[in-house]
């Protein structure tokens, strides 16, 4: 961003009392722990403090990134040239609403957790939902990319979402219209567009079973995921008809290192930050990766995290 662009933003997001900081940096809002920092770093803590802090972007030519917990994004090691909006401050609800057909209907800001979500399905004895409990993102990413575990995916549930659109206006599709597919979604075709808030279908079921399904997806993570160390979850999508993780551990890539990322040894999908990494190593590494496993397999990989430069 220019000199002048940025004095410009600066006085504008402070003159609407908007909440914002400077060189705010990426790694430290990213489970990868990786990125140098943003010009702009935005927290809006509503809808309207969304809309106008996204109004004065445009209206001063700033580039904007969209961000909820910071769970599939590598950030580039010079940072962000422009403003990165935080939307976790969205985090109101769940807000229940029963159905005649003896359904709940749970509606929830797009900052909100997952982990959250899934916490209070359980009390009020929802089910459908569970599969959702272990993955570290907020509902706007996960409508995002139909984020999904365990044989379960957003779409199973999902029933509307609430949005922004390209002209900032407030808009609400049912999830029939939002081409969920295999971690992907309208939204990706649409990057200007902002989730505000979504809603859930969920059936009624046994809190102490729903309990206990979370408890085991919660334990199978432990078990067999390197949680232990920074990361971006999954690396890469899964290829029709088989499994990245093992794709990659067949070719003998475990523990196959560039810098400081490497194959995790413990699951040969997941690229790990073993410290110092950086966005650099992990785009190496996964470049190599797709590599060797094309030459040596015919499978074709794709990243799932999302590199931001």
């Given at each position: 961003?220019?000199?002048?662009?940025?004095e410009?933003?600066?006085?504008?997001?402070?003159?609407?009392?908007?909440p914002?900081?400077?060189?705010?940096?990426?790694?430290?809002?990213?489970?990868?722990?990786?990125?140098?920092?943003?010009?702009?770093?935005?927290?809006?803590?509503?809808?309207?403090?969304?809309r106008?802090?996204?109004?004065?972007?445009?209206a001063?030519?700033?580039r904007?990134?969209?961000?909820?917990?910071g769970s599939n994004?590598?950030?580039?090691?010079?940072?962000?040239?422009?403003?990165?909006?935080?939307?976790?401050?969205?985090?109101?609800?769940?807000?229940?609403?029963?159905?005649?057909?003896?359904?709940?209907?749970?509606?929830?800001?797009?900052?909100?957790?997952?982990?959250?979500?899934c916490?209070?399905?359980?009390?009020?004895?929802?089910?459908?939902?569970?599969?959702?409990c272990g993955?570290?993102?907020?509902?706007?990413?996960?409508?995002?990319?139909n984020?999904?575990?365990?044989?379960?995916?957003?779409k199973?549930?999902?029933?509307?979402?609430?949005?922004?659109?390209?002209?900032?206006?407030?808009?609400?599709?049912?999830?029939?219209?939002?081409?969920?597919?295999?971690?992907?979604?309208l939204?990706?075709?649409?990057?200007?567009?902002?989730?505000?808030?979504?809603?859930?279908?969920?059936?009624?079921?046994?809190?102490?079973a729903?309990?206990?399904?979370?408890?085991?997806?919660?334990?199978?993570?432990?078990?067999?995921?390197?949680?232990?160390?920074?990361?971006?979850?999954?690396?890469?999508?899964?290829?029709?008809?088989?499994?990245?993780?093992?794709?990659?551990?067949?070719?003998?890539?475990?523990?196959?290192?560039?810098?400081?990322?490497?194959?995790?040894?413990?699951?040969?999908?997941?690229?790990?930050?073993?410290?110092?990494?950086t966005?650099?190593?992990?785009?190496?590494l996964?470049?190599?990766?797709?590599?060797?496993?094309?030459?040596?397999?015919?499978y074709?990989?794709?990243?799932?995290?999302?590199?931001?430069?």
């Amino acid at each position: 961003m220019q000199q002048q662009t940025i004095e410009t933003l600066r006085q504008a997001l402070q003159e609407s009392a908007l909440p914002f900081a400077q060189q705010e940096p990426l790694a430290s809002h990213t489970t990868f722990q990786i990125g140098g920092p943003a010009v702009f770093w935005c927290t809006p803590k509503d809808a309207a403090q969304l809309r106008r802090t996204l109004a004065l972007c445009r209206a001063n030519g700033a580039r904007v990134y969209l961000l909820g917990n910071g769970s599939n994004t590598l950030f580039a090691d010079e940072g962000y040239d422009g403003a990165v909006i935080d939307l976790r401050g969205l985090n109101f609800g769940p807000t229940a609403e029963p159905r005649p057909d003896g359904s709940t209907r749970l509606t929830a800001g797009a900052g909100l957790t997952l982990g959250r979500l899934c916490a209070v399905a359980q009390q009020q004895s929802l089910a459908g939902i569970a599969f959702a409990c272990g993955i570290p993102g907020t509902i706007g990413g996960a409508v995002y990319m139909n984020a999904g575990a365990y044989g379960g995916e957003m779409k199973d549930v999902l029933e509307s979402v609430t949005f922004l659109d390209s002209d900032l206006a407030e808009r609400t599709l049912p999830a029939a219209e939002l081409a969920l597919g295999y971690r992907t979604s309208l939204f990706e075709r649409h990057p200007d567009w902002c989730i505000l808030s979504a809603t859930v279908r969920l059936q009624p079921g046994d809190s102490a079973a729903i309990l206990a399904e979370m408890q085991d997806y919660l334990q199978r993570r432990k078990d067999k995921q390197p949680l232990e160390w920074p990361s971006a979850g999954s690396t890469f999508k899964r290829p029709q008809g088989a499994f990245a993780g093992k794709l990659i551990e067949d070719c003998g890539l475990r523990g196959f290192a560039v810098g400081g990322a490497q194959i995790s040894e413990k699951h040969c999908g997941f690229v790990i930050n073993r410290g110092g990494a950086t966005c650099a190593d992990v785009v190496r590494l996964t470049d190599q990766v797709k590599a060797i496993v094309l030459q040596k397999t015919g499978y074709t990989l794709e990243r799932e995290i999302r590199v931001v430069k």
